[in-house]
């Protein structure tokens, strides 16, 4: 069974795939607007950026946070400078190397599902005297919702599920940045087969899940706008 | 009170150059092949197209002019889009409830009962607008537009996605529009016979230049213009219910050259209708003919007349200051030898009630 320090690292794991949605959530609605309505010629290359953590090996990812985010990168200087200390080995370096990493997994969904709005909904929105914002947040988030469902899963999923990025920026520090792909990976380690197959097991459960919330949910979706 | 309207909007291949004066009153149609930019010219005016050479004015209220842009939810204005974009994740009321909602409370003139009860989508308001019929959905959707109060109204064809059946349904409710409230409608369309129905004043567009721009009668019967020259040629009457005939179920219009009668129709006596003469029903003689099955027969005076290919000619008539159109044959004319200035008469084999 779970141990006391299993049940720390999955309510560290959860704390950081809770914090990073909301996060990539806040930020990546404005971007995945702008990225949908934007006529800009070079629109391309912020794309390419957005996707890149999709073909990056975590460990390359997680190498240049630790380079950053350490003591003597240009951003853990400066926190040192502050009277702060280096994020590397921290939760909030997590956060940080979460929030990267996962950012395709939530930013592409919104962007599709504002896309597939189109401007025809907005445009009769603006004719019934609602300005740009007012339209925004009450025509253009209503009719994404499937997008944001399937963002904020996939997101929180992929978070729970990270490894490469956490072991470069995070350590293994029990009670602090330890999660669970790590803790499991320490119990293979110590050949503890038995605590192994509890934690990947309930992970695989609730990835399995997850996803299937986000199919089911997306059917009836697209059921109701058909 | 008119309405300005000065655009050149270059897309490339395609260039829009009007530069258009029309009265804020009653319904102006812009009417022209599709491609002709008439849709563009729409949504310009409504703003949702920003283009910089351009100077509009409604009323007394520039919305556009060189500096400034007025965007289109600071515009007093309603549009009906040609599918009618109902919002799919509100009911129909809180679609209704959307625009009156942002409209200040000094500035409703319309009413949302009043709106509700013009489009007869009472029994509608809990229903989402994926349960709504086509025809359902655009009396949504014109109520709508009408409940912010518009000070002008725009309609993309607001028919065009509809079949015949459901055509004939949306018609009457905006033909009624401009009798009961008092609000100017500017209105797209590729269909004469839609034309013909609603219109009071015409602009003929053709490549992104507008052709001619008049009140309706008189577009549709200028002997310069396409639609008299067209195989369906028609002229537009109004005219007045004087009386009904009940032995004979008929019923008597008086229009400015005369008494029409046309079979009974159940129309109060003193009420407006629209009339359409097809120029290919209306024949001349020189005398009034007795002896005749045709009861329609009345004095016109030839004003011009316009060879039409090579055994037509299309004749323009005044009865009384009403202009009507006969297409005769071009050996017709040359018998009775008819020329501008002389008196005729005018037998109309059928009527066509429009309203």
């Known amino acids: 069974m779970l141990n006391e320090a299993d049940l720390t690292a999955l309510a560290i794991t959860l704390k950081l795939a809770l914090i990073s949605t909301l996060i990539l959530l806040l930020l990546g609605t404005p971007l995945a607007w702008w990225l949908a309505r934007t006529r800009w010629r070079f629109k391309f290359l912020l794309e390419a950026v957005v996707a890149l953590p999709l073909v990056l090996p975590p460990t390359v990812l997680g190498f240049y946070l630790l380079v950053t985010l350490g003591p003597n990168g240009p951003v853990g200087g400066l926190m040192e400078s502050l009277g702060g200390r280096p994020l590397a080995f921290t939760f909030t370096g997590l956060v940080i190397g979460s929030v990267i990493y996962s950012m395709p997994f939530v930013i592409q969904p919104l962007q599709d599902a504002f896309s597939a709005i189109g401007r025809r909904p907005l445009e009769v929105a603006a004719t019934l005297r609602a300005s740009p914002l007012d339209r925004f947040f009450t025509v253009a988030i209503p009719l994404a919702r499937p997008g944001f469902f399937t963002a904020a899963v996939l997101g929180f999923a992929h978070t729970v599920g990270e490894f490469g990025v956490v072991l470069m920026i995070g350590g293994n520090i029990p009670g602090e940045t330890q999660v669970l792909s790590i803790a499991i990976y320490d119990h293979v380690e110590g050949m503890e087969y038995v605590h192994a197959h509890w934690l990947s097991g309930g992970l695989l459960l609730m990835s399995f899940l997850l996803l299937v919330a986000v199919y089911a949910l997306n059917r009836k979706f697209r059921m109701v706008q058909a | ?355």
């Not at chain 2, 009457?172 to 008092?182: A, C, F, G, T, V």
């Not at chain 2, 009457?237 to 219009?253: F, R």
Request: hydrophobic letters at 45%; glycine letters at 6%; one cysteine or more.
């Open chain 2, 1 to 355: 009170m008119t309405i300005e309207a000065r655009f050149r909007i270059d897309q490339g291949d395609f260039t829009l150059d009007v530069d258009l004066s029309l009265p804020a009153q009653g319904v102006s149609s812009l009417f022209g092949p599709s491609g002709c930019g008439k849709t563009t010219l729409l949504r310009a005016i409504a703003g949702l197209e920003h283009h910089r050479d351009g100077y509009l004015k409604v009323g007394d209220m520039v919305w556009q002019e060189a500096g400034l842009f007025v965007p289109p939810h600071q515009r007093p204005l309603g549009y009906v889009f040609q599918e009618a974009s109902l919002f799919p994740h509100l009911s129909v009321r809180r679609n209704l409830e959307y625009g009156v909602r942002r409209v200040a409370e000094s500035e409703r003139r319309v009413s949302l009962e009043q709106a509700i009860e013009l489009l007869e989508i009472g029994q509608l308001l809990e229903r989402k607008p994926d349960t709504l019929s086509g025809g359902e959905r655009q009396r949504v959707a014109i109520a709508r537009a009408l409940a912010v109060s518009p000070s002008l109204l725009l309609m993309d064809e607001p028919l065009a996605a509809l079949d015949v059946n459901r055509k004939q349904e949306i018609l009457p409710y905006i033909e009624s529009l401009h009798q009961d409230l008092d609000i100017p409608v500017i209105h797209v369309s590729h269909s004469p016979d839609e034309v013909a129905r609603i219109a009071d004043h015409l602009v003929l567009l053709e490549s992104g230049h507008v052709v001619a721009s008049g009140d309706v009668h008189e577009i549709f019967t200028r002997l310069d213009l396409p639609p008299a020259l067209d195989s369906d040629a028609a002229a537009i009457i109004e005219a007045v219910v004087s009386g009904h005939d009940e032995t004979y179920h008929l019923t008597y219009l008086e229009f400015a050259g005369g008494r029409v009668t046309v079979p009974r129709e159940d129309l109060r006596v003193g009420s407006q209708v629209r009339l359409k003469l097809a120029a290919r029903d209306v024949s001349l003689t020189l005398e009034h003919q007795s002896g005749t099955s045709i009861l329609n027969i009345f004095p016109a005076v030839i004003d011009e007349i316009t060879a039409e290919g090579s055994a037509q000619v299309t004749v323009r008539l005044l009865a009384g200051d009403a202009p009507v159109l006969a297409r005769i044959t071009k050996k017709s004319a040359a018998d009775l030898a008819l020329k501008p200035g002389k008196a005729v008469y005018a037998q109309v084999k059928s009527v066509a009630l429009l309203s």
